[in-house]
């Protein structure tokens, strides 16, 4: 006001103008200002209405103002085709989950547990597990589908696939869905994982809805949870494109023969559980160090560091809660020595089979890969491209240990001694030998058997599922 004053000064204008100026102002000011305030605090009232609303509903395309059985908030108002529906937000679903991994982690409280593993039931429950998981660290987790099935009793939930789990994973389970109505998937699921040795189970959902006692399936705590509500909502990953074709028996149907034409009967098996045998190669010899050939000619020993490698073998498999029944090897020292080691920790009956031998390598043991190119450079490259070739001086060529390990492997398929008739089994092989008896069992099967990586100590695992193999672990290093 006062610059203004000065201003008008300077233009030549008499102080009676300027004192009407004045007084003509300070009688709009107050209205301006009362203006200006509700004008703000109207807009500060639609920005917390425009922030509530996105938090709790939103827009999206129905036909006859329904999504998949989720009703909208008020069908009679659609803008643009679109109705109102609550649905969470991606913001709410990170927060929730960092207040229950907060609650898992706190050991000072009955909420605080350690699980040993995290299983996700279904698209949502993968979802909002795997965000508690990253919260809580270096923790398994395992998504696990399910599948409806419609009969004259009403819808029926399946899990989509056998699974199996080794045992030390399921000391403490973290079962996490995405939601949560009448509580019989999550009961479906925690039968089943104790059934397979669960030690302890805790259900945790993103939204428990609070419904009427009569409709629910099954009395199943759940201890942590992230919204309560008796509303029915659509979840932060869920479309009307994406939501679950369940409802009826039609939809269920269709997602059933989906699956099919891309599993077979047996594959899909839902009361199949499978078995099968860890195998691993010996631990380090010196001749490994130095890159040096050496087959079923040479019986040297582990180095002190290749025992150390057996021991933490031993170790990891005692963490993971395997105990081993019987552990085949073959009769090199190398093998031998990486078994027996194995067996004072993770127990395990010794049994020496000879069709574990390594192929015998001719004169070419203890000689370096550098110096058989050399040598026998012709020789050689038979060698890496003709199973049928021996190497130079040798009667048994990669064909000959194909055929005895694949006698090995029906032997084992249908002995009493596999995990089939409740044996856990370790066999403890050679490089070539193992090899071919994982290339036996489905790995790389367009490539060659030497371009599977299988070092020193490291473990793989070998399915067996209706006489057929698969391997599930391969080249792990302990």
């Known amino acids: 006001m006062i610059v203004s004053v000065y201003i008008l000064s300077a233009c030549s204008t008499s102080f009676e103008q300027i004192d009407a100026f004045q007084r003509d102002f300070n009688d709009h000011a107050e209205g301006w200002l009362n203006l200006v305030g509700l004008l703000t605090l109207i807009s500060g009232w639609m920005v917390t209405m425009v922030s509530w609303l996105r938090k709790h509903f939103e827009f999206r395309s129905a036909s006859n103002s329904d999504v998949k059985g989720k009703r909208p908030i008020l069908p009679f108002i659609t803008i643009n085709g679109k109705s109102l529906f609550r649905q969470f937000t991606w913001n709410k679903a990170r927060a929730t989950a960092d207040t229950i991994a907060k609650e898992l982690l706190d050991v000072n409280t009955t909420k605080g547990y350690n699980p040993t593993l995290i299983v996700g039931i279904g698209r949502g429950g993968a979802v909002y597990g795997s965000l508690i998981s990253y919260r809580l660290g270096e923790r398994p987790i395992l998504a696990l589908d399910r599948t409806y099935h419609h009969d004259k009793n009403g819808r029926e939930t399946k899990y989509m696939y056998p699974f199996r789990i080794p045992k030390a994973y399921l000391k403490r389970v973290l079962l996490v869905a995405g939601e949560s109505h009448t509580k019989k998937t999550l009961k479906i699921f925690s039968d089943k994982l104790y059934e397979m040795g669960a030690g302890e189970i805790r259900n945790c959902v993103f939204y428990k809805q609070l419904l009427p006692k009569e409709q629910i399936a099954s009395e199943v705590e759940i201890h942590y949870f992230g919204i309560s509500r008796k509303n029915d909502y659509l979840m932060p990953w869920q479309t009307e494109q994406s939501l679950h074709p369940s409802e009826s028996k039609e939809d269920a149907e269709v997602q059933n023969n989906m699956l099919k034409s891309f599993v077979t009967d047996i594959e899909n098996d839902f009361g199949y559980e499978d078995s099968g045998f860890y195998c691993m190669r010996h631990a380090e010899t010196d001749a490994n160090k130095k890159d040096i050939f050496i087959g079923s000619r040479s019986n040297i020993p582990l180095t002190n560091d290749g025992l150390k490698q057996a021991q933490d073998v031993g170790r990891y498999f005692k963490s993971i809660g395997v105990t081993f029944d019987v552990i085949y090897h073959s009769p090199m020292f190398r093998c031998y020595q990486?078994?027996?080691?194995?067996?004072?920790?993770?127990?395990?009956?010794?049994?020496?089979?000879?069709?574990?031998?390594?192929?015998?390598?001719?004169?070419?043991?203890?000689?370096?890969?550098?110096?058989?190119?050399?040598?026998?450079?012709?020789?050689?490259?038979?060698?890496?491209?003709?199973?049928?070739?021996?190497?130079?001086?040798?009667?048994?060529?990669?064909?000959?240990?194909?055929?005895?390990?694949?006698?090995?492997?029906?032997?084992?398929?249908?002995?009493?001694?596999?995990?089939?008739?409740?044996?856990?089994?370790?066999?403890?092989?050679?490089?070539?030998?193992?090899?071919?008896?994982?290339?036996?069992?489905?790995?790389?099967p367009d490539g060659h058997f030497r371009d599977i990586p299988f070092d020193n100590a490291a473990i793989g695992y070998v399915s067996i599922k209706s006489n057929k193999t698969i391997i599930i672990l391969d080249n792990k290093r302990c």
């Open 338 to 444: 990486t078994a027996s080691e194995i067996s004072a920790i993770a127990g395990g009956q010794l049994i020496e089979d000879k069709r574990l031998m390594e192929l015998d390598y001719g004169n070419w043991e203890g000689l370096t890969r550098t110096d058989i190119e050399r040598k026998y450079p012709d020789d050689y490259h038979r060698y890496c491209t003709d199973m049928s070739f021996a190497p130079t001086g040798s009667t048994e060529c990669a064909n000959d240990v194909s055929e005895r390990i694949t006698d090995f492997l029906n032997d084992l398929k249908t002995s009493d001694n596999i995990t089939a008739m409740g044996k856990t089994v370790l066999v403890v092989t050679h490089k070539t030998a193992g090899r071919i008896l994982l290339r036996k069992a489905g790995h790389n």
